[in-house]
């Protein structure tokens, strides 16, 4: 991995190659103070401003690089990107000037996940200078909270199990100074019954616990932020086919972003008592997996009769949820890689939102959509739970009817929130299928920078 801090640097006139941004509007009055010779290369590029065009124009003994974007006056997070992905190594300037949101952009385009790669791509850096100092440490926060979710849910399941998030929420709380407190064996049988039954299955090395960071000065208001740590997904007994099963390291993709926001938080200092709670287990396949048809105890005190054990994520968030309204938060956050219902209705680039305020729903929204991280709110609609009624138990945990499998599954975790509690449910992919410039296949943060700045405007 290239170290992100040497990606974005203040301008202080040191030589760079020039970057010039223009769209198909004003890419002709551009053109027009062009050289022929430079005219001449730009259509031998065939480059005509569309958005995410590159073309390397020669400049005397040198040569700039230019770059078609959608607007020039109201530059996007990645307008950049595609620039930083196919320039040489190098140090560039931007011609006007380089600040906000294109900087995260900048680095986001250079990730490389090459634990694997016997010989990763020996590549330089491609430094981009900016006279707005003051951008610098937001834009690489971000970047590098970006690049540890997109690490954690690239790693296969071999590598990254509930011990390996405790160590991820171990080296956070070393560095900010937090609390870390870890629940597993005896005690999460019979504190957390639910994320015991889900990961009692999985081998010793991947036994279940319950991860908590706490940071913050204990008089500010309480945030809570939950992520679902479901570090391999077989299904269960409800066991999934293989191709279902494939892409299942990545179900711990709301710990993920859990982890990646409590960084952010705690790296600017927000003014809040942090509880970080990330419910890591296997849902694995033994003697003593978990079975349809079994009547789960909770830490709330209700019982759920488990009618699919690939519901799983839902069960275990259950419990944690439970945990973080004990201490009575001012919010409740939580990630999670919860439904095939949500990507079934908006895909996968937007993370489905559940909240019960529309205030801090539409604060979401906004943020999101001012910092590109969009997402969509979904219902949480009351005359569906009785879809959760159970003949022999409080509730059942996956409905059969498979009506509206994200609201449902949201109206599940809405049962272990307190009533009257501020609590917004992102249900994300945490995956890209297919790369985008700054945006490559793989892992990949799907609501965290929509959260991370509502959170800003309301603490910061």
């Avoid at 090395?205 to 706490?214: K, M, V, W």
């Avoid at 033994?286 to 069960?315: Q, S």
């Avoid at 009506?403 to 009257?420: H, I, K, M, N, Y």
Wanted: with cysteine.
């Amino acid at each position: 991995m290239t170290d992100k801090q040497t990606l974005i640097q203040p301008d202080r006139g040191q030589p760079a190659t020039a970057l010039h941004l223009v769209n198909t509007d004003t890419f002709g009055g551009w053109l027009k103070g062009r050289s022929a010779a430079q005219r001449a290369a730009l259509a031998a590029q065939k480059f005509k401003g569309g958005s995410y065009e590159t073309a390397i124009v020669p400049d005397g003994e040198g040569w700039f690089a230019v770059g078609g974007v959608a607007d020039t006056a109201s530059l996007s997070s990645w307008c950049l990107a595609r620039l930083a992905e196919v320039l040489p190594a190098g140090t560039y300037r931007l011609d006007g000037a380089a600040t906000g949101k294109p900087l995260l952009g900048w680095v986001t385009a250079q990730y490389r996940f090459d634990r694997y790669k016997d010989k990763p791509e020996a590549e330089g850096p491609r430094v981009l200078l900016t006279a707005d100092v003051a951008a610098i440490e937001p834009a690489l926060a971000e970047a590098a909270a970006t690049a540890l979710v997109r690490d954690l849910v690239n790693t296969p399941a071999a590598d990254l199990g509930p011990a390996e998030l405790e160590a991820e929420g171990a080296r956070l709380a070393k560095l900010h100074g937090a609390e870390l407190t870890v629940t597993s064996g005896d005690a999460l049988e019979r504190g957390y019954p639910m994320i015991h039954a889900v990961g009692k299955a999985a081998a010793r090395s991947h036994a279940p616990r319950l991860i908590e960071l706490t940071w913050g000065d204990p008089g500010h208001p309480r945030l809570a932020v939950v992520g679902k740590g479901v570090c391999f997904d077989s299904g269960g007994l409800n066991i999934k086919p293989g191709g279902s099963m494939a892409l299942m390291k990545k179900d711990m993709g709301g710990a993920a972003h859990a982890l990646a926001l409590a960084g952010l938080i705690m790296g600017r200092g927000l003014n809040v008592r942090l509880h970080v709670l990330v419910p890591a287990v296997e849902n694995a396949i033994a003697g003593n997996a978990f079975r349809p048809g079994d009547i789960l105890k909770t830490r709330l005190g209700l019982t759920v009769e488990n009618t699919n054990t690939d519901a799983e994520g839902r069960l275990v968030l259950g419990d944690a949820l439970t945990r973080a309204g004990e201490e009575s938060p001012d919010l409740v956050i939580d990630f999670a890689t919860l439904t095939g219902a949500a990507r079934v209705a908006l895909g996968p680039d937007l993370p489905a939102l559940m909240a019960r305020q529309d205030a801090t729903a539409d604060a979401l929204i906004a943020a999101g959509l001012a910092v590109d991280d969009p997402v969509w709110r979904l219902p949480l609609p009351g005359a569906y739970r009785e879809w959760l009624k159970s003949d022999v138990a409080d509730m059942v945990n996956s409905p059969s009817n498979g009506f509206a499998g994200a609201s449902v599954a949201g109206l599940f975790l809405d049962r272990f929130v307190p009533e009257g509690t501020d609590w917004a449910h992102f249900d994300t992919f945490a995956w890209r299928p297919v790369a985008k410039p700054g945006r490559p296949k793989g892992g990949e943060a799907l609501g965290l920078r929509a959260a991370w700045h509502m959170l800003l405007q309301r603490y910061g």
